[in-house]
Structure formats: structure tokens, C-alpha cells
């Protein structure tokens, strides 16, 4: 049996440098700005006229959208314009949105009759970068799935109504939402629930078509949506697996995982034992499982592969399960399911210092295709950061129902980065491990009855993409789904017609919530079944390290995955891969512990804003040795910033890192030095070969790149210079309010030797520590 041995720690050098100031914004040249100032002057009109189309608000400010030339205008440069502007929300790097004040539109008019004159304006580079305006028409605020669906056909329906966040000042929000309210009620509009958070507010209203036409037009409404559509089309198979003994109960101490679905079957006998608490938090619904879906989750969520546990003859739990129901019996909630999200994860944060809660669910009706996130990603961002908790959620599915079927096979894997297949909410929260879906299997249960019949045509191969798994990124451009695991497959039925498609064997295994008619567990297929697979481990993960925050746990993931050898390859770009499968499958071989060819570092630290941290890694002789074989390096680091949905950037905080070569410690310092001319600085290169970009990975929250070396000469970097890991933050200004004076983040670093079997680089490594260690007590 292999030895393993506890994770290393990652030691941090005693320099902090400064970063160096960022450069003064870039200016605009024109070449005509007479014509640019006429030109601004006819879109005015034209967005005032617009603008009295609007109806209601909780003042008379206008509404304007704002087209900005990205690079050369922020959202703060609008008080330059007018102090009388206020600015609402930025909804794309080049539209800003702003309430503007008739005395603002005056002084506004003024400033662009005397450009349009040929005269000298103070502030004119905020101008020059000014590209357009209009309104915030019925179109805007009209949401994807409203466009796509219509309104709906019956005499009266339920809508959802996403109001302009109004984040930095409560007196005005709170007015806001009473007007608009005294507004509803004056409309006849029934409103049973709202959203009430400092930059979320959303209102569900019950009304007819003209009413709906109303809520178009309001003036104070950011966005019109159907409510959201959670059901799973996940057909049941059961399977009768008998004689297993009764699970026993795990330790008092064992860590809590969190299931929020659609409840839970407490009495199935291989979860019963597990429970620590099951409540529901959807008002009117008992806490236990109806549809089956919650039970089914919660299985995976607490053994991991079920089939293992099939192939010893036990089910031992080593975590406790706890069940927070959000979803009725047809996986849907008929509330506003923000604030039932928001009071399960209170209550088992305060009752039972839980710290992963898994969410098998999203809003088919919400895909992201760019702008802001919506809601439940938000409300998930905005508990990441304050309660330190990790959410692992399923990246959402696609049913192939307009789509021949045929045709649609050969287009695989290509389709899954269509725009019809991006992530839906909450999956893009950039706090949260969003988890995509790969296929395990590739036989239907037809195929294994029939073993002489072709006409059962699998669509993925094992280990790629599940046919149905949706695709990233997530706003700004980060990385989603950062990681994939099994949850199914679908076969296309040749001989039954060219959209028979189906799932029968397929699935995940797990527990079944019709366990009392004998058939103790069941397959299903879906993303929703392959989160809890990352649940389960994260979970396993603070078995092993109990004090692990969210951002160590996230980062210990990435940094064990890797995009599998059968989906490298299949993409028409190289790029697809990386959107559909993110940091790829979780290898749990050396996840827990190390070994000595596979030596995992760990360092958790706090870092003030505009500041570098250093690490050095001491690379161990064995892993340059001689010989060719594979090796790599693998960097990862995690922080859980603070978010703002007014700002296309979102999150409030920058930190990321590089790896560089260097002489010795010093040398390193003076590249990051806050005197370093822009030239030097802008040259610092990274160790070559980075399988992530800093630019690419930097977006996310979670980062992590890979160094892979087949061989090393004499001069390679490795055998001649030092490696070190720099950590930077640099917020962005307008976050510097939201952001704590110091951020806590976690780094990993993994170094692989697994084709050698003499390696011994734990063993080295930990001797190199030990002396750096008796060095420094001895100075």
C-alpha cells in the first residue's frame, strides 16, 4: 500500500512590497470634435423624448444609458459631467447607467452646444469618451427568457421584477421600494414576495397583459422576468439492490455537508444514520422529499460513488448529512427563493457550523450571455463572503428538443459551446464551485440486453462531456464551470427514430426515494449528479483539515484536476475545452494526503491592498533529475471577494499571482518593487509553459495553472535560478470602500513526479523546510 502523509506548509518570505502605481487613464483624440459635439447633441433630444415614455419612479429624474468608450471612461467620470448624475449600474464594459436631474440636463446641453461651437470645455476627454445615449427602453428591460417565451397566455400571471440596485445609500433605496410599492398597489398589481438586500431587490407580482406593458415602461424596473423554471425532465429508474446491512452512524465529529433541494427521505437506510437535522424553509411544504431529487443528491453528497461502496458490500458514512428544502414536489418554489436560500444557509451555519452546501438546481430561464448576474448567483456571492461558506453548484442541463437528432450527434461535442447551452443562475457565481458533468458510462441498459444490436449510439465517450452539460464563462470572463464529474450519458436510439433520445442506465447511482418498494437505489442523469460528487470531497477534504476555509477547500480542488485525456482534443478550439470542462476532473489519489512522488504545499494568507507577497518553492533534486518523463508544477489560489451587480467587473477585489524564476529572493523583490520603471515591470514574464494564462485565470476567484517539463538541460531554469509564487492585490478603486484593509486567500502548490517510482520528493522537500526552518530560529 502507498504511504501517504499530511500536506505540507508553504512558507512565505519576510518581503512585502508595494505594487507600483496603476498609470493615469489614457485620453481620447478626435479628430473632428465639432461634429462629435453636434452629434451628441441630436442623441440627447432624441434620449429625452425616449425618456418620457417612461412611467412611474420615486422621483423625476430621467433614466439615461450611457455608451462609453471601454478604456476611457469610468462610471465615476459621470460627476465630472454633472454632480447631479447619478450613477445606477454599469451593464456592459461600454453602457452605464445614471439618473440624471433636469438641472443636470441643462448644464449637460450647455457643455455640448459649446463643443459643437468649436469652444474649450473643462473635463472635455470624459466628453470625447462620451460615444451615445438613449433610453432604457421595454426591449432592455424584457429578460431572456421573456423574449424567448412571451408573456404568458392565461388572464393573469406571475412575474419577477429586478429593480435598479441602489447600493450606496439606504435613505434613497428604502424610498425606492416604498414608492414603487404605493405605485403596485395603486396599479391593482398584487405583490406576495420581495427581495429586500443592499444591492438585490426584486419583487414578485401577480398581474394581466396591460399590467405587464406598465411594468415595461417603469422607470425604476432593471429587468421583467418570467419566474424562474427548476424542473430537472429527469426520468426515474430504479434498481433492486438487496442485503446491505443498516449504515452505521458517523462520528460526533465528522464534518456537515448541506443539501438544498427538494428535501429529504430521512428514513432510507442508508442515509437515516447520517442525518443531522433535516428542515424545510419553503413556506407550507414538510421537510421531507417528494419528488425524489433531494434524496438522490444527498446520496451522492454523502458517499461519493455509490458503485464502490457496492463493490465492498458496505455503506459506511463518514460525513453528517443535513437537508434544507427549497424546492416543491415538481422542483419549484413558488416564493422568492433568495430568501429561502438566505435562511437555510443561516440557520446551519448557526445551529451547526456548517461550511458546504450543495445546490443541484438552476434557472433554465436565465442562461448567462454577458451583462451582470442575476439574483440567486448574487445572493450566493454576497453569503460566500460574509459567512466564509463554499457553494458547489451544478452548471445547469439542455434537452435537445429542437434538434434532430441525428444531425445532433454528429455536431458533438461542438454545440455544447452554443449560446443556447451557457450557464444558468446561480451557476455563475463567481464564489461559488460550479460543477459541469461528464459521462462514466457509454452502454444503455438496451445495449447490454442486446450486445449484437448497433442501434444504440452513445453521444459522449467516456470521460467527456455529458451531452447535456452546459458551458462558460461567467461574467467578466472567468472560468466556469471550474470543474467537472460524473453525471450521465444519453444513447440515441437509431432503429426507434431520430429524436429517441434516452438515459436508461446511464445515470448516477444512488440513493431512491421509493426505497420502501424495494428498490433501494436509482440511476438519474444530470448535472444536478454530478455537484454533489465535489460535495462529497470538499466534505472529505475537512475530515482531513477541519479548520479549512472555503477558499483552501476550492483551492485544493482545482489543483488535483485536469481536463481528462479522452476530452483533450475532441473541441474544434483549443479554447472550447476550457469553457466546457474548466479545470477539469478532480483526481482524489493525492487530494487528501500527499505521497512521495505527489507533494501538495498549502498557505493561507492576508494581504493589504496594492501589496505582493512571496513564496519560494524548494524544488527537490528528484524532480530534476535526469531522464524524460513527465513532471509538473500545478499553482492554485482562492480569495472570496466582495460583489457589486451595479459594476460589469462585479467583484470588488483583484488578487492574483505569478510564478517566476530568480537568481535569489532579492532579485525577485527588486522585479516587484514599487520602483521598478514600467518598462521592467511590464517584462516580468512568468515561468514558461503555463497551461492557464494569468490573464485568462486571473478573472476568477479560484486560479490555478499548470507547468509540465518532459526534460531538463543544464540551463533550464529550474536547475539554474529559484522559483517563486507572488501574490498581488490591487483592487479596483471603486471597491475600496466594500473591501477589508486585509483579504484572506489560500495557495497550493502540487509538485507531480509520477512516472518516477524511486521519487522522493516529500521526503525532500520536508528536510528543506525543516532546515530552512532551523535557520531561521537560529538567527
Not at 211 to 226: F, G, K, M, P, W
Not at 229 to 238: A, E, P, Y
Request: glycine letters at 8%; charged letters at 25%; one cysteine or more.
Amino acid at each position: 500500500m502507498t504511504s501517504s502523509y499530511p500536506h505540507l506548509p508553504l512558507q512565505r518570505e519576510t518581503p512585502i512590497t508595494e505594487k507600483r502605481p496603476g498609470q493615469p487613464p489614457r485620453s481620447k483624440k478626435l479628430d473632428n470634435p465639432v461634429a462629435h459635439g453636434q452629434s451628441l447633441q441630436l442623441q440627447l433630444q432624441k434620449t429625452i423624448q425616449q425618456t418620457e415614455q417612461d412611467i412611474g419612479g420615486f422621483d423625476d429624474r430621467k433614466l439615461f444609458s450611457f455608451q462609453v468608450d471601454k478604456g476611457f471612461f469610468n462610471p465615476d467620470d459621470l460627476k465630472k459631467i454633472s454632480k447631479e448624475i447619478e450613477f445606477v449600474s454599469q451593464e456592459a464594459d461600454e453602457v452605464i447607467i445614471a439618473f440624471v436631474s433636469q438641472s443636470a440636463l441643462q448644464s449637460f446641453e450647455a457643455k455640448l452646444a459649446s463643443i459643437a461651437q468649436g469652444e474649450s470645455v473643462t473635463n472635455k476627454q470624459v466628453y470625447y469618451a462620451l460615444q451615445g445615449m438613449r433610453g432604457w427602453t421595454p426591449d432592455d428591460r424584457a429578460s431572456w427568457s421573456l423574449k424567448q417565451e412571451g408573456l404568458p397566455l392565461t388572464d393573469t400571471f406571475y412575474l419577477d421584477l429586478e429593480l435598479w440596485p441602489i447600493e450606496d445609500n439606504a435613505r434613497e433605496r428604502q424610498l425606492l421600494c416604498s414608492k414603487f410599492e404605493s405605485w403596485l398597489k395603486e396599479n391593482g398589481i398584487e405583490f406576495p414576495d420581495s427581495v429586500k438586500q443592499s444591492g438585490l431587490t426584486i419583487y414578485r407580482v401577480r398581474c394581466n397583459r396591460t399590467q405587464a406593458e406598465q411594468l415595461l415602461h417603469h422607470r425604476d424596473i432593471r429587468i421583467v422576468d418570467l419566474p424562474p423554471r427548476f424542473g430537472l425532465n429527469i426520468k426515474h429508474l430504479g434498481l433492486d439492490i438487496q442485503q446491505f446491512p443498516i449504515a452505521p452512524s458517523p462520528l460526533p465529529t465528522a464534518p456537515g455537508v448541506v443539501v438544498l433541494d427538494s428535501g429529504l427521505a430521512t428514513g432510507h437506510p442508508l442515509l437515516g444514520s447520517a442525518v443531522g437535522d433535516a428542515q424545510s424553509f419553503l413556506p407550507g411544504h414538510i421537510a421531507a422529499d417528494e419528488s425524489g431529487h433531494g434524496t438522490h443528491v444527498a446520496g451522492i453528497a454523502l458517499y461519493g460513488d455509490l458503485a464502490k461502496s457496492i463493490e465492498v458490500g458496505s455503506f459506511i458514512p463518514e460525513l453528517r448529512l443535513f437537508s434544507g428544502r427549497i424546492l416543491d414536489s415538481n422542483n419549484e418554489n413558488d416564493g422568492l427563493i433568495e430568501n429561502h436560500i438566505d435562511a437555510a444557509v443561516r440557520y446551519f451555519v448557526d445551529e451547526y457550523n456548517c461550511r458546504v452546501f450543495n445546490l443541484s438546481f438552476g434557472d433554465s430561464r436565465k442562461p448567462y450571455l454577458g451583462g451582470h448576474v442575476r439574483g440567486l448567483a448574487y445572493t450566493l456571492d454576497r453569503l460566500s463572503h460574509e459567512l466564509g461558506v463554499l457553494f458547489v453548484v451544478s452548471s445547469g442541463n439542455v434537452l435537445p428538443s429542437q434538434l434532430d437528432g441525428l444531425a445532433w450527434r454528429q455536431d458533438y461535442p461542438q454545440y455544447l459551446i452554443h449560446d443556447d447551452w451557457s450557464i444558468i443562475d446561480p451557476a455563475t457565481a463567481i464564489n461559488a464551485l460550479t460543477v459541469g458533468s461528464l459521462a462514466r458510462w457509454e452502454a444503455s441498459l438496451n445495449a447490454q440486453r442486446h450486445t449484437h444490436d448497433p442501434a444504440e449510439l452513445p453521444i459522449a465517450k467516456i470521460e467527456q462531456p455529458s451531452p447535456f452539460t452546459r458551458h462558460g464563462p461567467t461574467v467578466g470572463g472567468a472560468i466556469k464551470p471550474e470543474l467537472v464529474a460524473f453525471g450521465g450519458n444519453w444513447v440515441l436510439n437509431a432503429r426507434s427514430g431520430a429524436n429517441h433520445i434516452h438515459e436508461q442506465g446511464l445515470g448516477e447511482l444512488s440513493a431512491n426515494l421509493d426505497f420502501a418498494q424495494g428498490s433501494l437505489l436509482g440511476l438519474k442523469c444530470g448535472t444536478s449528479f454530478a455537484a454533489p460528487h465535489i460535495t462529497h470531497l470538499a466534505g472529505k477534504i475537512l475530515s482531513e483539515h477541519p479548520g479549512a476555509n472555503a477558499n483552501l477547500l476550492r483551492a485544493l480542488l482545482v489543483t488535483h484536476a485536469a481536463i481528462p485525456s479522452s476530452s483533450s482534443g475532441i473541441f474544434d478550439k483549443d479554447d472550447s475545452a476550457r469553457k466546457v470542462l474548466g479545470y477539469g476532473y478532480v483526481d482524489a489519489r493525492a487530494l487528501l494526503k500527499s505521497l512521495e512522488d505527489e507533494v501538495t504545499l498549502i498557505a493561507e494568507g492576508q494581504i493589504e491592498n496594492k501589496r505582493h507577497h512571496f513564496y519560494e518553492l524548494l524544488v527537490p533534486e528528484d524532480f530534476v533529475s535526469s531522464g524524460k518523463r513527465v513532471r509538473e508544477i500545478v499553482v492554485s489560489l482562492a480569495h472570496t471577494p466582495p460583489v457589486r451587480s451595479t459594476r460589469v467587473t462585479y467583484k470588488a477585489m483583484r488578487l492574483d499571482y505569478r510564478l517566476v524564476s530568480a537568481p535569489n529572493l532579492e532579485h525577485a523583490v527588486k522585479m516587484f518593487n514599487k520602483a521598478t520603471s514600467k518598462e521592467d515591470f511590464d517584462n516580468i514574464k512568468e515561468l514558461k509553459g503555463a497551461s492557464i494564462s494569468r490573464s485568462l485565470r486571473s478573472k476568477g476567484t479560484v486560479q490555478s495553472a499548470m507547468w509540465q517539463f518532459k526534460q531538463f538541460n543544464r540551463n533550464s531554469k529550474l536547475k539554474t535560478e529559484r522559483l517563486f509564487v507572488v501574490v498581488t492585490r490591487n483592487d479596483h478603486p471603486w471597491g475600496e470602500s466594500d473591501t477589508k484593509t486585509t483579504e484572506e486567500y489560500s495557495l497550493v502548490v502540487c509538485l507531480r513526479d509520477r512516472e518516477n517510482q524511486e521519487a522522493k520528493l516529500y521526503t525532500q522537500i520536508q528536510n528543506r523546510l525543516q532546515q530552512r526552518q532551523r535557520a531561521r530560529a537560529r538567527i
